[in-house]
């Protein structure tokens, strides 16, 4: 249409009407589609940029990468350093036979309180022994299990089931055991019924980012908190130190190993998995979430920063929470590293027939060799 000028109101109109529409095309056969949320993320965690993976061959070109991905580690998890000093209460002292069990609650100004179970064998010389901090996994009972605190109700089936007890096995070989309760787990979950159908995980993940706090990072603090308990207790020698969990146990086992070189041996069971496969179905543990991670790199470049010391990984035949192709992936890349340290043997993968379950069988003897 041409509109000469001047222009007549009508022909205004006529022609500013041409103009609006003429950007506008006629209905398509079939409309885009719109993907679904969950068909969104799916291709986010595919294209993961993963932009610090670790591609060196040398030891050198190990430790440069080590520092610049432990500085971006340290950046994502924010605040999670634990108290210089803090206070030990004794809410009750009980002897075992093989071993004694101390139920304490560490206090610090601006911290929340951390319940920890601490177990020393039975002494039969006077030197100092290897201290060994013990990690618990999801469930509402906390740290009981790991402790072996079979005189409370489920505990006993719960350690049956998952041969859960591995804090109490520890100190029975003669280490000394710290077992944190993490967040929010056990007693410091409260009445798991006030959640109903809910994720306690997903839930405190959430309220503790609105006030500027990442949950993994709270129990990362607690899980070296812990672990300063043991290297200043009087009866360890702080430079004998392993860290051992099962499930999220070994994820937390995993990261504080990762962030804490006074540990010489770590055993990861039961979570050998990638983040990246995890955002890939619909997850919500918010426990295990640090903020932005997939952008630099997944739990095969946390573990990384372990290497050149001992790790040992258990996955069990028939841990249904473990999938072999993604174990695999994790594993290559993890190679890669001890690889270029000069260390593949410290590098270790007990698979045993089993569940998702602690298994022990490797984990002991190399303990035992790494921590004499």
């Known amino acids: ?20 529409f003429s950007g506008l095309s006629l209905p398509a056969a079939e409309p885009p589609r719109v993907p679904t949320v969950d068909e969104q993320i799916r291709k986010l965690a595919e294209g993961s940029p993963l932009s610090m993976e670790f ?12 520092a610049g991905f432990a500085a971006k580690l340290h950046e994502l998890l924010g605040p999670h350093q634990p108290p210089a000093e ?7 002292s009980v002897d075992l036979g093989d071993h004694h069990r101390e139920e304490l609650i560490l206090t610090a100004q601006g911290h929340p309180p951390l319940p920890v179970y601490l177990l020393l064998p039975r002494r039969k010389d006077d030197g100092p022994r290897a201290g060994v901090l013990a990690l618990h996994g999801h469930g509402r009972y906390g740290y009981d299990p790991v402790a072996g605190r079979e005189d409370r ?36 979950l409260g009445d798991p019924a006030a959640y109903g159908q809910q994720d306690p995980c997903a839930v405190t993940f959430i309220r503790m980012m609105l006030l500027g706090k990442v949950l993994i ?10 672990l300063e308990l043991l290297a200043r207790h009087a009866q360890v020698d702080a430079k004998r130190l392993a860290c051992v969990g099962l499930s999220y ?40 979430v640090i903020p932005g991670l997939l952008q630099h790199g997944d739990v095969a470049e946390i573990s ?18 473990i999938s072999p192709k993604w174990a695999q992936t994790a594993l290559d890349r993890l190679g890669r590293a001890y690889r ?21 069988r490797l984990a002991y003897p190399l303990l035992e060799n790494v921590l004499r």
């Open 304 to 321: 990384s920063l372990i290497a050149p010391r001992y790790c040992l990984w258990e996955v069990g035949s028939r841990d249904g929470l």
């Open 249 to 288: 146990g070994g994820r937390l086992t995993m990261l504080t190993a990762a962030v804490e070189p006074r540990i010489r041996a770590a055993v990861v069971s039961g979570a050998l998995n990638m983040m990246q496969e995890r955002v890939g179905a619909r997850y919500s543990c918010g426990a295990q």
């Open 1 to 20: 249409m041409r509109c000469a000028s001047p222009l007549s109101r009508r022909r205004f109109l006529r022609c500013s009407g041409a103009a609006l």
């Open 55 to 66: 591609r060196g061959r040398t030891a050198e070109e190990l430790r440069t990468w080590q």
């Open 217 to 226: 990072a709270e129990n990362l603090r607690d899980c070296l908190w812990a």
């Open 340 to 360: 270029a340290a000069g260390a593949e043997d410290h590098l270790q993968v007990d698979r045993f027939d089993g569940g998702h379950q602690w298994s022990g």
């Open 86 to 92: 803090w206070k030990i209460e004794l809410e009750r």
């Open 153 to 188: 109700q489920g505990i006993a089936e719960a350690i049956q089931q998952s041969n859960y007890d591995y804090g109490r096995q520890l100190a029975r070989r003669g280490y000394v055991v710290a077992v944190p309760c993490l967040t929010p787990f056990g007693r410091r």
